[in-house]
């Protein structure tokens, strides 16, 4: 099975980004969830929330989380749970990284957060 995939980001950023990949690949993700942080939040609750998506998304092969910017509520809130054995967390989301998690999802979870890690930052340059 494929690794599963979280977003959580400020308000729909992360499902856009999703959804625009699956535009350019003409396919999504088979284990994917949106978590979209609005104005007014309950941390613990939506904490619940995220824990609940890993329980059931998680087939064996791990889930890797994906957050908007580092140090915001998003990251803070999966920062909640960097030390469940089969999760790992990467901030900083952009399209580059989320085409690398629809194209790569089938590698081993650290190999697949290396990869799309890489592909985020060989994504920003300067012209």
Excluded: W
Aim: proline residues 2%; neutral net charge; charged residues 20%.
């Amino acid at each position: 099975m494929p690794v599963s995939v979280i977003t959580i980001t400020h308000n729909n950023i992360g499902e856009e980004i999703y959804k625009t990949s699956c535009m350019i690949f003409a396919s999504c993700l088979a284990n994917y969830q949106h978590i979209g942080l609005k104005s007014s939040f309950d941390l613990d609750k939506l904490a619940d929330k995220v824990e609940g998506l890993i329980t059931k998304l998680d087939t064996g092969d791990g889930v890797l989380i994906l957050t908007d910017i580092v140090g915001a509520s998003p990251c803070n809130l999966a920062c909640r749970f960097s030390d469940y054995k089969n999760v790992n967390i990467i901030s900083g989301l952009n399209l580059a990284m989320m085409l690398k998690v629809a194209n790569k999802n089938h590698l081993p979870l650290k190999k697949l957060s290396k990869e799309v890690l890489q592909a985020g930052r060989n994504s920003v340059n300067e012209y």
